[in-house]
């Protein structure tokens, strides 16, 4: 009977299974409600805004100022007669002035600038002066009248410049010379007249090659209406720089001169030189290397062309190391201005110098820069000046060979645009000689300085100091020399501004009266006081 019952449990089972599997129905979803769902809100985050508090601390601005590497001209740098300053405060920039003032020893002055122009793209400016000056000996007179006009302009990046210029200086054989005393004074003059043709063109901004040019061509007709000399200049450099730290240097250079001497035949004296050097500069490291092959009057001397700055610390202290030589061509034009009293040379030479030289540079506080080096120079064919046949006179003599130890000192200091100072010395000590028995009226030492304070917008002051060892000089044909007295000679200027459009200024150049001779038998004037207006129409004024 329990077996039949659980038969029975099982059969319906089943039944009700193949009930349920009957795949003759189609299948069906019954929906019993509709679905909606719900984001649960979210929890918001609240700010309160405060804000920061107010920092009172004056911010530390670090400048970094490139080190200047100035280099100077080993030879004294000739003075005028009169050894007068003319500006006291500098050209106006960008403005149209005059400026006149009167002084003792019969000396006016008047100096004109005048410019046109945006100021951006293009600008014609006019420049013209004059300066005379009488002193108490017999025609110790010295005048100097010129007059310039320049262009810049800007296109397509280019800059485009030119000059055209006219210089008349005259200077007076005032030396005491016995034969000269019968003389009239129209014959004791040494007039010299300049005229200059300036044009070139410089890339305003390094392309996108890395490519510098600056083509220039100067050209000057000098004469002392006795004698005609022509003067011409092309100088074609050219720099590469590949990124930051390598860059090439190619340089092209003719100089070609024309001199006809009273009574001579017309001969050239003609200078060629390519220098051609590579540039590599690093944080800490800086190289110049190259040679310059250089054509004087024919003849071929290739010349070393190297400098080398390596930083310590920072700029604060930089090593320097250098060996360069080129030729400086001695044209008339040239020695008349570094000596006015000289005799018309009959034949042309030009100078090479070599410089081997150390030392160390640097800049601190980001305001003082000095500079300090030391080496061994030599002169190849240096004109030397002696008046010891004719004492009003100077010959021009030929040293074949000057060798000396040069040490050269020089600082600055630059206080924005209120102060400025700087100061440089050079010393000499002659090694060996090879014509000559002394180098003639070169100083051996020589310390020159210049002070700047502009204490307000109203007031300019301004001082110089001359002072150097006497140069020798030779005395007579037997060969006997001697040497002049020291110098010291200080300047000063002062302008001050009464209206924005008004300035009165005062000049005192040889403050303490001293007599001394930059060259023999060539007496500087005493104490000169000059003093006048001047007016500026600057245009950003009007």
């Known amino acids: 009977m329990y077996k039949y019952n659980i038969f029975l449990f099982v059969f319906g089972l089943l039944t009700v299974s193949a009930i349920a599997q009957d795949t003759s129905k189609k299948n069906s979803v019954e929906i019993i409600s509709a679905f909606k769902p719900v984001l649960k809100n979210a929890v918001k985050l609240n700010f309160n805004a405060t804000p920061p508090a107010p920092d009172t601390k004056a911010p530390a601005l670090t400048y970094q100022i490139p080190v200047q590497n100035l280099f100077f001209n080993l030879q004294p740098v000739g003075l005028k007669p009169m050894n007068l300053q003319i500006d006291s405060a500098g050209q106006a920039h960008n403005s149209n002035y005059i400026k006149a003032g009167y002084g003792n020893y019969n000396t006016p002055l008047i100096d004109a600038g005048f410019s046109i122009g945006d100021g951006k793209k293009t600008n014609f400016t ?26 810049n302009t800007l296109v397509n990046k280019v800059e485009v410049y030119g000059k055209a210029g006219y210089q008349n200086q005259t200077s007076f054989l005032y030396g005491p010379d016995a034969s000269f005393i019968n003389s009239k004074d129209d014959s004791l003059k040494k007039p010299y007249q300049t005229i200059n043709i300036r044009a070139g063109v410089r890339n305003a901004f390094v392309n996108r090659f890395g490519i510098s040019y600056n083509p220039d061509l100067n050209i000057n007709v000098f004469s002392d209406t006795r004698s005609t000399e022509t003067n011409g200049v092309l100088d074609l450099p050219v720099e590469v720089r590949f990124g930051n730290s390598f860059g090439l240097l190619v340089r092209a250079n003719a100089d070609l001169t024309t001199y006809t001497p009273t009574g001579g035949t017309a001969y050239s004296n003609n200078l060629f030189f390519l220098n051609a050097a590579a540039m590599l500069k690093t944080s800490r490291l800086y190289i110049k290397a190259g040679i310059r092959p ?53 034949s042309q030479y030009n100078t090479r110098i070599t410089e081997l030289y150390g030392g160390f540079k640097g800049t601190l506080a980001n305001s003082f820069n000095y500079r300090v080096t030391t080496g061994f120079t030599e002169y190849l064919n240096l004109p030397l000046y002696s008046n010891h ?104 200027g002062v302008e001050f501004k009464v209206h924005p459009l008004i300035s009165v200024w005062g000049q005192f150049n040889n403050i303490f009266n001293n007599s001394y001779q930059r060259w023999n038998n060539y007496q500087v004037v005493g104490f000169n006081l000059l003093a006048g207006i001047r007016l500026t129409f600057d245009q950003k004024q009007q």
Do not use: C
Request: hydrophobic letters at 45%.
């Open 126 to 151: 006019i420049f013209a002066n004059h300066l005379s000056q009488k002193g108490k000996l017999r025609v110790q007179r010295f005048s100097n009248t010129a007059f310039s006009a320049n262009l």
């Open 294 to 346: 250089t054509w004087d009057q024919g003849k071929l001397n290739v010349l070393p062309d190297v400098l080398i700055d390596a930083h310590l610390q920072e700029k604060k202290i930089i090593l320097t190391a250098g060996w360069s030589a080129y030729v400086r061509k001695n044209n008339y034009m040239f020695l008349a201005s570094e000596n006015p009293w000289i005799n018309q040379p009959t």
């Open 389 to 492: 046949i004719t004492p009003a006179l100077f010959e021009v003599v030929r040293e074949g060979k000057l060798q000396a130890w040069h040490t050269q000192a020089e600082m600055g200091f630059v206080l924005q645009d209120q102060f400025n100072a700087s100061a440089k010395v050079d010393i000499y000590n002659f090694l060996n000689q090879q014509d000559e028995a002394r180098p003639w009226h070169i100083q051996p030492i020589e310390f020159t300085t210049a002070f700047r304070w502009q204490p307000s917008k109203k007031i300019m002051v301004k001082t110089d100091l001359f002072a150097w060892q006497g140069a020798a000089y030779r005395k007579d044909i037997a060969g006997n020399s001697d040497r002049l007295p020291a110098a010291f000679d200080l300047n000063a």
